[in-house]
């Protein structure tokens, strides 16, 4: 009978002992005989097998590390003003739908079209939505190893994403265009969903504000904080609403880390980001709200007592989070409420048997991966359409 080991687990929302389980290298005073590359690539094997890749996520190695990560950093600088149109009239064009196929698709669009596509062409929409709903499955699969379908079984996905972003063998781990895709899909489809539903649908009375602040920042993707111009506090409003948005419901929830230690113990080490950014002791009686407006005198210090971490912290800090990330999800938005904010929209539950009501919701949204497939967004007057 093979026994198998109990792995120990330790989980925190303490800020600084979540900044030193992201840095992999020292846990309650034991230095971890791990490095930190290992620390970071092991508990992330079982994307390996399941989506062919060979990125900063799996590699124990420092030069493959840092070789993916300057690639990314210059795949992270586009046009903003282009970015921006382009998100318009995609978002336009996408047919009112369940609402995550409508995000997932539209991310995704923009997310290839950023990265490979700079000319921003139309792209197959079977492929795209195959894409997106394969990742997600794939993803929740791979949880449990014995869930994972080899990558090289799956022809389908190669096809589509062949077609997608033509020169980039899937079957090549390190020129799989899944490497890029996966870290800004993955993340930025469920923020934009969520912060969607926030800005569109709770009811909040800031509505109508949080709506225009966010088409005026449609409308000027390149501005910075520290410039300072006419619109400058409307466009201060649209990045606090991200940054609300990206602390009630970080995308990358928990992050994990693998020590061992001299004594021959082991330990996977989680910082809970989540639970870090709903603490009440840090954030107020109303940390589980979203409130946009608690960022606002915020400008020069927009980490209170380093307890915001989205994009986690050094060395393994994202490359989105100065800049691209923030901003793209903004534009992301900004071109959903654009797109949507009309009165003739309204948001429904359907139930199997195709019955519907409106959506309601209550407390804080649910932040699993196949949450919210029963939303439909919908015209109120077909006759419009
Ligand atoms: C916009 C929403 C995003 C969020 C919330 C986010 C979050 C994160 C987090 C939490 C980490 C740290 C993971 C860890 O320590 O194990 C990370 C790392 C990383 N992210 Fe992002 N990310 C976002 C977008 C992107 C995008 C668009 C890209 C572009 C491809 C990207 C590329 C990366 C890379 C390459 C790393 C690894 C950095 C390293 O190992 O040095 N992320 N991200």
């Keep these: 009978m093979i026994l198998q080991r109990r792995q120990t687990i330790h989980t925190t929302k303490n800020p600084s002992e979540c900044a030193q389980i992201i840095s992999g290298s020292i846990l309650k005073g034991d230095t971890n005989l791990l490095s930190k590359y290992e ?3 092991q508990p992330n094997q079982r994307l390996r097998p399941a989506f062919g890749i060979d990125n900063a996520f799996t590699t124990d190695h420092s030069e493959r590390h840092k070789e993916y990560r300057n690639k990314v950093g210059t795949m992270l600088r586009p046009d903003w003003n282009m970015v ?8 336009k064009n996408e047919c009112p739908k369940n609402l995550v196929n409508l995000v997932q698709s539209f991310v995704l669009k923009m997310t290839i079209n950023v990265l490979f596509r700079h000319d921003f062409p139309s792209l197959d929409d079977e492929s795209i939505s195959l894409v997106a709903s394969e990742i997600n499955d794939i993803w ?19 096809d589509a994403l062949r077609l997608l972003v033509p020169n980039r063998d899937p079957l ?3 020129r799989n265009a899944m490497n890029f895709i996966l870290p800004a899909f993955e ?8 912060c969607f539903i926030e ?4 009811g909040a009375e800031e509505t109508e504000e949080w709506i225009a602040a966010l088409k005026l920042f449609l409308e000027n993707p390149t501005v910075r904080l520290e410039d300072s111009h006419e619109g400058a506090s409307e466009i201060e409003k649209a990045i606090s609403i991200v940054r609300e948005a990206l602390r009630l419901y970080p995308p990358t929830r928990h992050i994990h880390r693998h ?12 910082a809970d980001i989540e639970g870090l950014h709903r603490d009440t002791a840090i954030w107020g009686f109303d940390a589980d709200c979203f409130r946009p407006s608690r960022w606002a005198n915020m400008r020069h210090e927009p980490e209170p007592f380093n307890a915001w971490m989205p ?3 050094s060395p393994f800090l994202c490359p989105a989070k100065p800049d691209f990330g923030p901003r793209m999800i903004g534009i992301l938005v900004a071109a959903l409420v654009d797109a949507f904010s009309d009165v003739r929209y309204e948001l429904n539950v359907r139930d199997p048997r195709g019955q519907k009501e409106s959506a309601k919701f209550y407390g804080l949204l649910r932040s699993d991966r196949d949450s919210y497939k029963e939303l439909f967004l919908e015209k109120v007057d077909r006759r419009c359409r």
């Design 140 to 158: 929740i699969g791979s949880k449990l190893p014995r869930h994972i379908v080899p990558w090289s079984k799956q022809d389908r996905l190669h």
């Design 259 to 270: 020590f061992r230690f001299a004594s021959g113990s082991s330990i996977l080490a989680i």
């Design 84 to 91: 921006a149109s382009a998100a318009k009239r995609l978002a």
């Design 187 to 194: 993340t930025m489809w469920r923020i934009v969903l969520r």
């Design 199 to 202: 800005v569109r649908y709770r």
């Design 172 to 174: 090549d781990p390190q």
């Design 39 to 41: 620390a970071r690539a």
């Design 311 to 313: 994009f986690g912290s």
